[in-house]
């Protein structure tokens, strides 16, 4: 198939062997063109669907990408404290997640899913202002909500989850001047 296969021309071109039946994904060779190499991220709401109430239907990650998982956050503070006000407990959840997201350098623009537990319904509407307000007002992410009898944590009223997508990571810098330096030095000292 030689260069039919480079770039997003060449992408389809093979998606669509594979698609026919003509051949199998390893029969097939890929080069990776600079394209590939850019991460994209695409917020659908398709026109079939009804309009959802603070999330998107539909979150496309295209890779490259460092896919980040972040565990469920209830809304303790750092003493391992928690409110006995539903809202309160909500907008500590929510700066949970900030948090765990700072650490890889990603904001909640980054977040393409959520998935949240709620152990009382009626806590909903409160739940949707607290969210909606980190949340940029386009591309917001999936949303899955359940109402569930209880939290591992005894007074825990809501447990929130989180997937980001993040551009992949630059190469490190200080290693590659490193490795050189490294390099260098074991040719001077062969020399001696």
């Known amino acids: 198939m030689g260069d039919t296969t480079a770039g997003p021309a060449g992408r389809r071109d093979r998606e669509g062997a594979i698609r026919a039946g003509l051949?199998?994904?390893n029969d097939i060779p890929y080069?990776?063109?600079k394209e590939d190499t850019v991460s994209k991220t695409r917020f659908i709401n398709p026109q079939g669907l009804s309009?959802?109430?603070g999330y998107t239907h539909v979150v496309e990650a295209t890779a490259p990408a460092r896919l980040v998982y972040i565990a469920g956050q209830l809304g303790m503070d750092r003493d391992g404290k928690l409110s006995s006000d539903f809202r309160l407990q909500a907008v500590q959840t929510f700066e949970n997640l900030k948090t765990a997201l700072a650490a890889v350098g990603a904001t909640f623009r980054h977040v393409v899913?959520?998935?949240?537990?709620?152990?009382n319904l009626t806590h909903?509407?409160?739940?949707?202002?607290?969210?909606d307000s980190y949340l940029a007002d386009e591309n917001r992410p999936a949303s899955t909500t359940l109402a569930i009898s209880g939290l591992a944590r005894e007074g825990?009223?809501?447990e929130v989850e989180a997937v980001a997508?993040?551009?992949p990571a630059p190469a490190p810098?200080?290693?590659?001047g490193a490795a050189r330096s490294a390099t260098r030095a074991a040719k001077r000292k062969r020399r001696s």
């Open 165 to 167: 997508v993040l551009p």
């Open 156 to 158: 825990a009223m809501l």
């Open 173 to 176: 810098k200080k290693a590659a």
């Open 51 to 53: 309009k959802p109430p």
């Open 31 to 33: 080069r990776f063109t």
């Open 113 to 119: 899913k959520l998935n949240n537990y709620l152990v």
């Open 23 to 25: 051949a199998r994904a």
């Open 124 to 131: 909903l509407p409160i739940f949707r202002q607290v969210r």
